[in-house]
């Protein structure tokens, strides 16, 4: 082989072993141009960005936290006190005035109707005495006999005989005249007249019905249909406010009820471990869903000295009038939610 072939051989052969070097050898690469960074100080300002971003992030949990606590311990305090002065109560109309019949009998007339508003002295239903008439119709006759003898009497010659019955004639008028009277004043009992200016609220007994002077023991069983004259209805609840008792304990609703004031309280029953917050003259808030009020202004009344025992514990009554627009009255025996100021 000549040298020419030799040398070609030589070059090829270190060519390839160049080419198979091991990566090892190999020059690591450089930084990217226009960096100007090592790769070690890099690195680190990576880390420091990463921590930057962590502690951040820390700080944002501990304010969070730190205002959570803030509002726990300042909203929890107020709901738990307003909690303990919120009670719920009962309304209570004092201006509701109770009419009935003064004696037993049946219902005549009844010459109003519900929500009607009445005046002084207005006849607001009669009760019919079959009795009663024929009492006034004999009063009468015996009258119109006493004036007929008396002025037959007066026509006859003037005789001391004459004279005493003439004088008999004058007493036997005069009886029948008072007797007259009488059963006039007891025909007026057998009527309901407004004791003054007011709207009528409660009509609980119909034309027909048997009533007495505790009022209307029972609903007549024609109550539940309607009626062209004035059905039997009320606009105030059954309860202890509006019932009465007649001596055979049976209960009984007045024959009309007569709103005769706008006037209205609140009675509630506080429990004694709150009762110690209360006291008369205290303000407070009124709310009574059903009609619509809303934070109608009061003052605390009463508060009664005596415990009441009720199926949560002892309890003190406590009366709260209202002090706030009239607007709009609740009916006795409403739920009312009192939230009593500080």
């Known amino acids: 082989m000549s040298s020419t072939e030799t040398t070609t051989a030589d070059d090829a052969t270190g060519t390839e072993l160049n080419g198979a070097a091991s990566p090892e050898l190999a020059p690591s690469p450089g930084p990217a141009l226009g960096s100007g960074v090592p790769p070690a100080f890099a690195g680190a300002a990576a880390r420091r960005r990463d921590r930057t971003v962590t502690i951040s992030q820390l700080l944002a949990g501990l304010v969070i936290t730190g205002v959570c606590l803030v509002a726990v311990l300042w909203y929890v305090p107020g709901i738990i006190r307003t909690d303990t002065e919120s009670f719920t109560g009962t309304v209570v109309s004092n ?11 049946l219902v005549g007339r009844i010459q109003v109707h519900l929500g009607q508003a009445v005046k002084d002295g207005q006849m607001l239903a009669t009760e019919t005495s079959a009795s009663a008439a024929k009492s006034l119709s004999a009063d009468r006759a015996a009258i119109t006999a006493a004036q007929a003898t008396l002025a037959s009497l007066r026509a006859e010659p003037v005789t001391p005989t004459t004279n005493a019955s003439i004088a008999a004639a004058n007493a036997q008028l005069a009886k029948a005249q008072a007797q007259l009277s009488a059963d006039k004043v007891a025909r007026s009992e057998a009527q309901i007249v407004a004791p003054s200016g007011g709207t009528v609220v409660a009509i609980n007994a119909q034309p027909g019905e048997a009533v007495t002077s505790a009022g209307v023991r029972t609903y007549s069983a024609s109550s539940q249909g309607t009626s062209s004259q004035s059905p039997p209805f009320s606009l105030l609840p059954e309860g202890p406010t509006t019932s009465v008792k007649n001596n055979n304990a049976q209960t009984a609703l007045p024959m009309i009820a007569l709103r005769t004031s706008t006037s209205w309280e609140v009675n509630a029953l506080v429990p004694e471990s709150h ?47 209202v002090t706030g627009h009239r607007q709009v009255t609740p009916l006795n025996g409403m739920t009312a939610d009192v939230q009593l100021g500080s």
């Open 275 to 321: 009762i110690s917050s209360v006291r008369a003259g205290q303000h407070a808030t009124i709310s009574v869903p059903a009609v619509g009020l809303q934070h109608v202004r009061a003052i605390v009344r009463q508060v009664a000295p005596t415990p009441v025992s009720t199926s949560a514990g002892t309890a003190y009554q406590v009366t709260i009038s």
């Open 95 to 105: 201006g509701i005035t109770n009419l009935n019949f003064a004696s037993s009998g």
